[in-house]
């Protein structure tokens, strides 16, 4: 077309016609007559060349878009029984719709031209002009629900007008069974008493059997709310079948039973728990039940006492606020002792690793399992990053004894040195993206796992041996545990010793936190091994600058909901002082949980630590950290200090709120 297109949407006559009636009603209202008649016929006139040009405007649209989309245009768009609407893509106005489309919005042709947002609120042409031909939302029209398609035009004038042609398909009774088959889609759930056993000890049967009456009372309570099919499976575990409809209901309700069953409580005084693994959007009813059974490993991994509910993608957590209660075996610590010394034996040779930025836990518990490799006879590689750690002193020490003298080799050194048959442990984390040398986890294809944080969404997968115990106070203390049934005093190495203990003493604050009869008999092992506790305390003195650093930053700290100390730093500091600042701030009356940020690169580091009853694990879950109730810490990249303090409260308000 040689004419502009934009002109043929706006002629503005209608503008003069306006004026002139306004000068005709003007003149009679004067009773200048004469001049009212002439005003009058030249409205009149205006008035009838102002529908000539719609009209010749109209078949210039439709000559265009016969053009754009074909011979048949709009002269079968008019016919269709689809609704279609011709619209501008700048601004959304309307230029055209067939009678379809005017029958279902009401959409009459006036002479002010309408906005499709006037006729379908809500409604954006973005993703046409994206050059989408779908727009990603149903359109709801009364009581009927439309997919919307569109095509996307140009004009070929200077000013390359947009255009785009929506066709609108009902497609209501489609959506209804397909919203119904997706409210009705089965949910798999498994009920797992956590504490069962410890419940029922030395209670004799009677007791037993009213104990098992109150729990199934108040599981039945809950799941009748459901509508679905309840089954005991064990003794401890139920089986739950309920329609998806109905688990929004539940997580609105927060999964009430996790609190419902504390009320349930044996004659010693201990509450039980539960742990509830939920499986959805399982292709079968073994899929989802398998979905359960990954959300019961993983409640359990993270102390239990909550809901995990597990899709085709992802997990979610409910609960796991409280404290968690001992309820470790020591039979499993001797079946992975022995399966691990197996393996030990099998292994060309072994690579330890721990976290990055290693600490004083994960280098104890990797000392350990040296000590182990060096007990079957096999060669044993510590990978650590001797530059970037935190745990500079007990290095010097170590690299000092024979044993030790090229046991401690990089990342990369270590991809040179395996092989098909090596064997790799890691200690003290179970996050992929959290260990010290990535590409080495992926390389070997052994991997064992000792660990006592709770487990994240993402851990590490497959594992051959994996002693993963949230209750334990530090990962030396779970190899210690490991020692005892592997190998005599004699073939430890007092570093060893020393090492194990500095994790232990670590991890637990002098044995302030988070510590069991289990700790105290591991210490006591340790003691027995050459352990000195004051030359352990010497590991965590800090110098003069640092001590003065330390208590910088404690001034710096601003209290938050009258319990919570929160320390901001603008400048970095090393993770050790953000940690002992974090403990630091826990001696103050009144605090229950402190939070350490600081900067380091493009990157924010967060160290917290908790007495109470805020769990910073839960806290810090959704940052991308993790840990453990009373210890966690988290690294946000791309951010600012601020913008991660932001993050932070927000996460603080949300495990309030709940």
Same mark, same amino acid.
């Given at each position: 077309?040689?004419?502009?297109?934009?002109? #043929?949407?706006?002629?503005?006559?209608?503008?003069?016609?306006?004026?002139?009636?306004?000068?005709?009603?003007?003149?009679?209202?004067?009773?200048?007559?004469?001049?009212?008649?002439?005003?009058?016929? !030249?409205?009149?006139?205006?008035?009838?060349?102002?529908?000539?040009?719609?009209?010749?405007?109209?078949?210039?649209?439709?000559?265009?878009?016969?053009?754009?989309?074909?011979?048949?245009?709009?002269?079968?768009?008019?016919?269709?029984?689809?609704?279609?609407?011709?619209?501008?893509?700048?601004?959304? *106005?309307?230029?055209?719709?067939?009678?379809?489309?005017?029958?279902?919005?009401?959409?009459?042709?006036?002479? %002010?031209?309408?906005?499709?947002?006037?006729?379908?609120?809500?409604?954006?042409?973005?993703?046409?002009?994206?050059?989408?031909?779908?727009?990603?939302?149903?359109?709801?029209?009364?009581?009927?629900?439309?997919?919307?398609?569109?095509?996307?035009?140009?004009?070929?004038?200077?000013?390359?007008?947009?255009?785009?042609?929506?066709?609108?398909?009902?497609?209501?009774?489609?959506?209804?069974?397909?919203?119904?088959?997706?409210?009705?889609?089965?949910?798999?759930?498994?009920? #797992?008493?956590?504490?069962?056993?410890?419940?029922?000890?030395?209670?004799?049967?009677?007791?037993?059997?009213?104990?098992?009456?109150?729990?199934?009372?108040?599981?039945?309570?809950?799941?009748?709310?459901?509508?679905?099919?309840?089954?005991?499976?064990?003794?401890?575990?139920?089986?739950?079948?309920?329609?998806?409809?109905? %688990?929004?209901?539940?997580?609105?309700?927060?999964?009430?039973?996790?609190?419902? !069953?504390?009320?349930?409580?044996?004659?010693?005084?201990?509450?039980?728990?539960?742990?509830?693994?939920?499986?959805?959007?399982?292709?079968?009813?073994?899929?989802?039940?398998?979905?359960?059974?990954?959300?019961?490993?993983?409640?359990?991994?993270? *102390?239990?006492?909550?809901?995990?509910?597990?899709?085709?993608?992802?997990?979610?957590?409910?609960?796991?606020?409280?404290?968690?209660?001992?309820?470790?075996?020591?039979?499993?610590?001797?079946?992975?002792?022995?399966?691990?010394?197996?393996?030990?034996?099998?292994?060309?040779?072994?690579?330890?690793?721990?976290?990055?930025?290693?600490?004083?836990?994960?280098?104890?518990?990797?000392?350990?399992?040296?000590?182990?490799?060096?007990?079957?006879?096999?060669?044993?590689?510590?990978?650590?990053?001797?530059?970037?750690?935190?745990?500079?002193?007990?290095?010097?020490?170590?690299?000092?004894?024979?044993?030790?003298?090229?046991?401690?080799?990089?990342?990369?050194?270590?991809?040179?040195?395996?092989?098909?048959?090596?064997?790799?442990?890691?200690?003290?984390?179970?996050?992929?993206?959290?260990?010290?040398?990535?590409?080495?986890?992926?390389?070997?294809?052994?991997?064992?796992?000792?660990?006592?944080?709770?487990?994240?969404?993402?851990?590490?997968?497959?594992?051959?041996?994996?002693?993963?115990?949230?209750?334990?106070?530090?990962?030396?203390?779970?190899?210690?545990?490991?020692?005892?049934?592997?190998?005599?005093?004699?073939?430890?190495?007092?570093?060893?010793?020393?090492?194990?203990?500095? *994790?232990?003493?670590?991890?637990?604050?002098?044995?302030?936190?988070?510590?069991?009869?289990?700790?105290?008999?591991?210490?006591?092992?340790?003691?027995?091994? *050459?352990?000195?506790?004051?030359?352990?305390?010497?590991?965590?003195?800090?110098?003069?600058?640092?001590?003065?650093?330390?208590?910088?930053? !404690?001034?710096?700290?601003?209290?938050?909901?009258?319990?919570?100390?929160?320390?901001?730093?603008?400048?970095?500091?090393?993770?050790?002082?953000?940690?002992?600042?974090?403990?630091?701030?826990?001696?103050?009356?009144?605090?229950?949980?402190?939070?350490?940020?600081?900067?380091?690169?493009?990157?924010?580091?967060?160290?917290?630590?908790?007495?109470?009853?805020?769990?910073?694990?839960?806290?810090?879950?959704?940052?991308?950290?993790?840990?453990?109730?009373?210890?966690?810490?988290?690294?946000?990249?791309?951010?600012?200090?601020?913008?991660? %303090?932001?993050?932070?409260?927000?996460?603080?308000?949300?495990?309030?709120?709940?």
């Amino acid at each position: 077309m040689n004419k502009k297109l934009n002109g #043929l949407f706006w002629p503005n006559l209608w503008v003069f016609f306006v004026v002139m009636v306004g000068f005709a009603v003007a003149a009679a209202v004067l009773e200048q007559y004469i001049l009212a008649a002439v005003e009058g016929v !030249i409205a009149a006139a205006l008035g009838i060349y102002y529908v000539v040009c719609r009209i010749y405007r109209r078949r210039e649209i439709q000559q265009y878009v016969k053009t754009a989309f074909g011979e048949a245009g709009l002269d079968n768009g008019a016919d269709t029984p689809f609704p279609m609407a011709l619209v501008r893509l700048g601004d959304g *106005g309307v230029l055209w719709t067939n009678e379809a489309f005017s029958a279902i919005t009401g959409f009459q042709d006036k002479y %002010l031209q309408q906005r499709l947002s006037s006729i379908l609120p809500n409604f954006t042409m973005d993703w046409l002009a994206a050059g989408k031909t779908e727009y990603p939302y149903d359109v709801s029209i009364g009581d009927r629900r439309y997919r919307v398609y569109g095509t996307a035009l140009r004009a070929d004038d200077s000013d390359g007008t947009a255009l785009g042609m929506l066709y609108l398909g009902d497609l209501t009774e489609l959506y209804l069974v397909r919203d119904e088959y997706i409210r009705s889609r089965p949910v798999v759930s498994l009920i #797992l008493i956590d504490n069962y056993e410890e419940l029922i000890k030395n209670l004799t049967e009677s007791a037993i059997s009213n104990l098992n009456a109150q729990i199934n009372d108040v599981i039945t309570s809950w799941a009748d709310d459901y509508h679905g099919l309840l089954r005991r499976m064990e003794r401890n575990r139920f089986l739950l079948v309920f329609e998806k409809q109905d %688990l929004d209901r539940a997580i609105e309700g927060k999964f009430s039973v996790l609190e419902d !069953i504390h009320q349930v409580t044996s004659p010693s005084g201990l509450e039980a728990s539960i742990s509830l693994g939920i499986g959805v959007d399982g292709v079968t009813f073994e899929e989802s039940y398998n979905f359960a059974a990954l959300s019961i490993e993983m409640s359990l991994s993270r *102390g239990g006492d909550q809901a995990v509910i597990k899709d085709r993608f992802n997990f979610n957590f409910y609960g796991g606020r409280n404290k968690e209660n001992d309820h470790r075996s020591k039979v499993r610590s001797r079946v992975t002792s022995n399966s691990l010394m197996e393996l030990i034996g099998q292994s060309s040779q072994v690579f330890i690793m721990g976290h990055k930025n290693a600490d004083l836990d994960a280098v104890g518990a990797a000392m350990g399992i040296a000590c182990m490799c060096r007990k079957k006879g096999k060669k044993a590689y510590i990978v650590l990053d001797q530059e970037r750690n935190v745990a500079e002193r007990l290095l010097e020490e170590i690299v000092a004894v024979p044993e030790y003298q090229d046991a401690i080799i990089t990342g990369q050194e270590a991809m040179l040195l395996s092989d098909s048959h090596s064997t790799l442990v890691v200690v003290d984390t179970n996050r992929p993206d959290q260990v010290e040398f990535q590409p080495l986890l992926e390389a070997i294809p052994k991997v064992c796992v000792v660990d006592h944080h709770r487990r994240a969404a993402e851990y590490i997968s497959p594992v051959v041996v994996n002693l993963h115990e949230p209750f334990a106070s530090s990962a030396s203390e779970l190899v210690t545990e490991l020692l005892q049934y592997a190998v005599e005093k004699a073939d430890v190495l007092p570093i060893e010793a020393k090492s194990l203990m500095a *994790g232990i003493f670590l991890d637990t604050k002098s044995f302030n936190v988070r510590t069991g009869e289990r700790t105290f008999e591991a210490a006591a092992v340790l003691r027995q091994w *050459g352990a000195d506790t004051v030359e352990v305390k010497k590991l965590l003195q800090n110098d003069f600058q640092d001590t003065m650093s330390k208590y910088q930053i !404690i001034k710096s700290a601003r209290l938050y909901r009258q319990e919570l100390a929160i320390a901001a730093l603008t400048t970095t500091t090393s993770r050790a002082l953000a940690a002992q600042a974090a403990d630091e701030l826990l001696n103050i009356s009144g605090i229950t949980a402190s939070f350490v940020l600081y900067p380091d690169g493009d990157q924010v580091f967060v160290s917290a630590r908790s007495i109470g009853n805020a769990n910073v694990q839960v806290i810090l879950e959704p940052l991308g950290g993790g840990g453990n109730t009373a210890t966690a810490g988290a690294q946000l990249a791309g951010c600012t200090v601020k913008e991660a %303090l932001d993050l932070l409260v927000t996460s603080i308000d949300q495990f309030y709120e709940q």
